[in-house]
Nanobody, 129 residues
Framework: QVQLVESGVESVQTGGSLRLSCAVT????????VAWFRQAPGKEREGVAA????????YYADSALGRFTISQAGAKNTVYLQMNSLKPEDTAMYYC??????????????????????WGQGTQVTVSS
């Protein structure tokens, strides 16, 4: 059974930085794409960034481009999301997700691209003004 363990509650002021981590264990199938999503109260879950685990190619939502960086550890069992220049509108619950499918175009940004059993428990990120 795949388990994704994310870093805990994170809080920072506007303009600050945070690094989220997602540790993956128990996967018995090939993971081709790992993504970070976020969901603010009353809003839909949206894709923030993704990484193709085989070649390390990265994908970003417009809201994350230039501020966030997704990366993976050498063993590819931990994925990080470095977030800089944070804004109050970045406040949300952040989730990592795995897929055996490739990070394909903008498909990765859809929650349905990822299996229902391949999501982390979520990390609350709060950016205060």
């Amino acid at each position: 059974q795949v388990q994704l363990v994310e870093s805990g509650v994170e809080s920072v002021q506007t303009g600050g930085s945070l690094r989220l981590s997602c540790a993956v264990t128990g996967a018995t199938w090939k993971i081709n794409c790992v993504a970070w999503f976020r969901q603010a109260p009353g809003k839909e879950r949206e894709g923030v960034a993704a990484i193709a685990t085989d070649i390390g190619g990265t994908y970003y939502a417009d809201s994350a481009l230039g501020r966030f960086t997704i990366s993976q550890a050498g063993a590819k069992n931990t994925v990080y999301l470095q977030m800089n220049s944070l804004k109050p509108e970045d406040t949300a619950m952040y989730y990592c997700a795995l897929s055996g499918r490739p990070c394909w175009g903008t498909a990765w940004s859809r929650p349905t691209w990822f299996g229902t059993n391949a999501w982390g428990q979520g990390t609350q990120v709060t950016v205060s003004s």
